[in-house]
């Protein structure tokens, strides 16, 4: 059993600009994230797949009708923060705060318990040792933040791969690591965003193969504007640029075979299964 995965946050929130649109300009942008939503929840639930839907606060206050539909179709809803900012420039405060918030609002949305965390682009880093005791304090029960490999945003090189349980002052979390895998001495992530879709579909097959043998789940996960891409007039690094425009037209198709092969579920049912007794203690 593998876990899917949706970052729900817009174009605008991407890190790769070499001048960010700032916040209280972002009412004002034009958007994609409602239309690669609905493609995403399409292909979903043409295949009978359960996901996770890592919602921004920001999006989730302007567009409920999103977690609403999510969790209409069985989906699960989770947090992404609220305003995506990189973890490793707040203060533990911040954090905590950007924690509550968005944590609140989407429940307050769905009516429902919000267990997981996924930090804006991984950004959890050596830097943010107050990290995981904040998100246990603000009553998360798992996070899927760790990204164990060389990356131009955040990355923690860690011998972590697996799933693996954290403690502190007597709570508890699951960390899910972003999937990676080894190709000779180095590792690379194969199974999300712009490394999805870089490289080929046997490639992703053959990744995923090598991870099934190690007994970790495949996380994949994507973003709206993946499916529904936009042409801006931001400026970018040629290197950012590259990032979040390769073959954008095959994304469809590609996650359609995904689908179609693997068997996915959300990070709440896989924890369910596999961690039951987490949810109790």
């Known amino acids: 059993m593998n876990i899917f995965s949706v970052d729900v946050e817009d174009w605008f929130h991407s890190f790769h600009f070499i001048a960010p649109p700032k916040i209280e300009q972002w009412d004002n942008l034009p958007s994609v994230v409602e239309n690669g939503f609905y493609r995403i929840v399409e292909l979903l639930m043409k295949y009978k797949t359960k996901a996770t839907f890592f919602f921004l606060g920001w999006v989730a206050k302007k567009y409920p009708h999103l977690v609403k539909e999510s969790q209409k179709n069985g989906f699960e809803i989770a947090s992404h923060g609220f305003f995506h900012q990189e ?15 968005s944590k609140k609002l ?16 991984f950004t959890l880093t050596n830097d943010t040792d107050w990290f995981y005791p904040n998100l246990i304090r603000a009553g998360y029960r798992y996070d899927s933040s760790l990204f164990p490999a060389k990356r131009g945003i955040g990355g923690l090189l860690t011998n972590y791969f697996a799933p693996f349980e954290i403690s502190y002052n007597g709570g ?3 960390e899910f690591p ?13 199974f999300g965003g712009g490394y999805l879709r870089l490289f080929p579909y046997f490639v992703f097959s053959t990744m995923a193969k ?7 789940p495949i996380i994949v996960y994507i973003h709206p504007r993946e499916l529904h891409f ?4 931001q400026r970018m690094s040629i290197i950012g640029r590259f990032k979040n425009s390769v073959n954008l037209k095959s994304t469809p198709q590609k996650i359609e075979k995904i689908l179609k092969r693997f068997v996915f579920t959300s990070f709440k049912d896989y924890i369910l299964t596999n961690y039951g007794k987490i949810w109790e203690e």
Do not use: N
């Open 210 to 216: 090598q991870v099934a043998k190690e007994h970790r």
């Open 172 to 174: 508890k979390l699951l």
């Open 106 to 121: 989407l429940e307050d949305i769905s009516g429902e318990e919000v267990l997981g965390y996924r930090a804006p682009s």
């Open 230 to 233: 936009l042409k801006v007039k």
């Open 178 to 190: 972003i999937t990676i895998a080894k190709v000779l001495k180095w590792q690379f992530c194969f």
């Open 87 to 101: 973890v490793y420039k707040m203060s533990s405060k911040e954090f905590y705060d950007d924690l509550v918030s």
